[in-house]
């Protein structure tokens, strides 16, 4: 038996949670969620930094990431903010702009304390003419203080 403080607001109890406890279909428990956490907001600044920050200097987005931090692009994994910047910088274009078209956001994690973002969109390379669509997952997980980092990150071209 497991025992978990939830604090909402200035309310806080105590959860105990069995490993072995089985929740007939529809009956599970409600998830744990600070209700002060508005997270399309944080989602939308999240992004919009990020892709700002992507399109205009991308070897400063180091920040972002943690030494545990994983990103997968186009299924080659990289692991470390380090590894992930070199990998971004290395991209084989000099200029590109994201336009955002869908930003999805969903609490995550055992204590659902975290945040999985779904971004679609389009991006345009060296003033190319035709844009390119893309899917972008991240896992944004909380770094103290209200902030987040950049646990996930997944990146793929979707063609076809």
């Known amino acids: 038996m497991k025992k978990l403080k939830v604090k909402a607001g200035d ?9 072995t406890q089985t929740f007939p279909p529809n009956t599970l428990p409600a998830p744990i969620c600070l209700p002060s956490m508005n997270m399309d ?25 943690r030494p545990n931090s994983m990103l997968t692009f186009e299924g080659q994994p990289f692991q470390g903010n380090d590894a992930i910047v070199e990998k971004l910088a290395s991209l ?10 869908t930003r999805d956001v969903q609490p995550t994690g055992a204590d ?13 390379v060296d003033d190319g003419e035709h844009p390119m669509n ?5 896992t944004l997980a909380p770094d103290g203080a209200g902030s987040f980092y950049v646990y996930n990150d997944c990146f793929r071209l979707s063609f076809g």
């Open 11 to 19: 309310d806080e109890e105590d959860v105990h949670l069995d490993s």
């Open 41 to 65: 907001t944080i989602a939308t600044e999240f992004t919009n930094f990020y892709y700002q920050t992507f399109d205009s200097n991308r070897s400063q987005l180091g920040s972002l990431y």
């Open 92 to 101: 084989p274009f000099q200029k590109v702009v994201h336009q955002v078209g």
């Open 112 to 124: 659902q304390s975290s945040l999985f973002v779904l971004v679609t969109g389009a991006l345009v």
């Open 134 to 138: 893309f899917t972008q997952a991240f």
